[in-house]
Structures are given as structure tokens and as C-alpha cells.
């Protein structure tokens, strides 16, 4: 597992940027035509930004729709972190739990799905991550407790 935390995060910054400069403000934030546009946005973000110097482009076409060959690890030094659980209620729409507590050994088996922001309408910060835990929930773990990692068999070295 190679670690690729800084990759990650120049990605976030991007789409943060862009959606923040340059979208938010425009016509309508909330129109379908313009979150699908900043959707093609943001996975091309990702796969320039994160995916292509690993030698994996093609995964970004399943960006947000399921989750990535990317790993979570805990920062250094901590031993538990709070995470969200969340389920599908009857209209397919992802409810969250109150936070609790895991172990970070358990935080490796979560597996990224996209940054996260409570409104993404407006102006965002996406400081968490939403993720597959090892037992297929999802979740959301704030993005200051977490490294992102990649199995190098899935890739090359970057380029």
C-alpha cells in the first residue's frame, strides 16, 4: 500500500476551488444541468489529479457510484475516531447515525467513495470522507483523522 494522502488532497482543494470561484454563484447551484456538469468536473479532477499518476485513469468512471481502490489509514498516534454510520431509508437517500467511536485498526478497511459536505448548494469545505466500511455500511469520517492509501498491484509507481 502506498500512501497518497498529498494526491488526495491537491484533488480536494481542486474541487473545493472550483465549485467554490466559480459555480456557486452562477445562475442556479441546485440545477441538475449544473451539479451534472461539476460532477464530470470533479471525476476528471480526480482521475488527472489522483488516478492517471498511479496508472488507474479508467477507475474514475466509477467515481461516486461505488467505492474506490483507495484506502483509509489513521493519522500517526491516534488509537480510536469518530465516524457516521449511515443507512438507505425507503426512497434510497443515506440517513446518519449520531457519531460513535471506532478503532483505527478498523479505519483500514474502509474503502473512499468521495469528499463529503453536509451543503453542497453552497459554498463547501468537503471535510469528510464517505466510505464503505469493511461490513459494506457507509460512512463518513472527518477528513482530518484520515490518510488515503492505494494498493500499488492496481497501478504502476507514479509517473
Request: with cysteine.
Amino acid at each position: 500500500m502506498e500512501n497518497i494522502t498529498n494526491y488526495m488532497l491537491r484533488f480536494k482543494e481542486a474541487v473545493r476551488h472550483v465549485w467554490n470561484a466559480y459555480l456557486v454563484e452562477s445562475y442556479s447551484p441546485m440545477s441538475p444541468k449544473l451539479q451534472e456538469s461539476f460532477e464530470k468536473i470533479e471525476r476528471e479532477l480526480f482521475r488527472a489529479l489522483v488516478l492517471l499518476p498511479w496508472g488507474i485513469p479508467d477507475v474514475a468512471d466509477i467515481y461516486r457510484r461505488v467505492p474506490m481502490p483507495i484506502m483509509l489509514q489513521a493519522k500517526t498516534g491516534l488509537t480510536e475516531i469518530p465516524v457516521q454510520f449511515g443507512s438507505l431509508d425507503v426512497n434510497r437517500n443515506i440517513k446518519w447515525g449520531l457519531p460513535c467511536t471506532v478503532l483505527v485498526d478498523d479505519l483500514q478497511l474502509y474503502q473512499f467513495i468521495e469528499f463529503f459536505d453536509w451543503n453542497p448548494y453552497g459554498c463547501i469545505d468537503l471535510n469528510y470522507v464517505k466510505v464503505m466500511s469493511g461490513d459494506g455500511r457507509f460512512a463518513l469520517v472527518e477528513q482530518l483523522y484520515c490518510d488515503f492509501t492505494i494498493n500499488l498491484k492496481l497501478g504502476s509507481e507514479p509517473e
